[in-house]
């Protein structure tokens, strides 16, 4: 089912990218974004992992500098057959984590320093189990696919709009045909995005649910990794991570996207579930 989710993904990014090469320079135009869409379909398989850890400034680390994360991820790994991942880390205080990557034997995971200083082994041994349901349930790849798709929507609506401010690829001279494009660029700047949060919101709150029972499973242990999502409810609303809107459904727990009405948009269209109800599944009792 997530490789179905993949081509389609795929073919909405081929299909907007060539609808706006057509619109703004007509036949060249579309051969220029047929050319755009194969590099960002290719990227988008091979290197999107790559492009979301360094897009959320992700280091690999060493097992000297995370023993206990090295030793939980061997334990959990071996256990379910599953190959050892690439360990990263995003040098924020804020607490989160995310997998990535195009199959379980080029998975990634990434905690933020963070997360590492909060979290006691049970509950880090619960983040860990989660994020490596989502390795081993395959959700890796749409995840990120997702992330640069999104990246490139945004990127898509600057060009139109920079595009038409200036007369489109073939230019314009009449002064009420720039105008136009202006506001059918000024359009797709708030549409795009929007569009973005929307592909992400199909893809992510069901599979949070079904990674955390997974997760669960792997551990025996329900309440580490609600304990664990308790904390990260607490603190990151402390210290709010800022991270791009675009990567925003890879994480652990939803991170915090903007300020004022992008914030409040941000929320309306959230990527993840309330963490009460996660720990509710998860324990069978309602967070206090």
């Known amino acids: 089912m997530n490789g179905v989710k993949t081509v ?45 850890l360094a897009m959320n400034g992700a280091k690999p680390i060493s097992r000297e500098d995370a023993p206990m994360v090295y030793r939980i991820c061997e334990r959990l790994t071996a256990n379910n057959h599953l190959p050892m991942p690439k360990i990263y880390a995003i040098p924020t205080d804020s607490p989160n984590a995310f997998a990535t990557g195009r199959n379980p034997e080029h998975a990634s995971v990434a905690f933020t320093t963070g997360i590492l200083k909060i979290l006691d082994e049970q509950e880090l041994e619960g983040v860990i189990a989660h994020e490596l349901s989502h390795v081993k349930n395959r ?95 607490v603190y990151s609303k402390r210290l709010p991570m800022q991270a791009s809107p675009s990567t925003a459904h890879m994480f652990i727990v939803q991170p915090f996207t903007g300020r004022g009405l992008m914030n409040a948009v941000g929320n309306l269209f959230s990527t993840h579930p309330p963490i009460a109800k996660r720990i509710e599944r998860l324990t069978g009792r309602k967070m206090e």
């Open 139 to 233: 959700d890796i790849l749409i995840s990120a696919v997702a992330a640069t798709i999104a990246g490139a929507l945004t990127m898509v609506a600057r060009m139109a709009y920079w595009a038409e401010l200036f007369g489109g690829f073939g230019g314009r001279s009449s002064d009420d045909e720039r105008g136009g494009g202006i506001f059918s660029g000024l359009l797709m700047i708030i549409v795009a995005p929007i569009a973005a949060m929307l592909i992400q919101l199909a893809i992510s709150r069901s599979r949070e649910y079904q990674a955390d029972a997974s997760g669960a499973e792997m551990t025996h242990n329900p309440y580490g990794l609600a304990n664990a999502l308790q904390k990260l409810d």
């Open 8 to 52: 389609l993904l795929l073919g909405l990014l081929t299909g907007l990218l060539l609808f706006v090469g057509e619109t703004l320079g007509g036949q060249n135009g579309m051969m220029l974004a047929l050319v755009i869409a194969v590099v960002m379909n290719f990227a988008s398989y091979f290197w999107s992992d790559k492009i979301a």
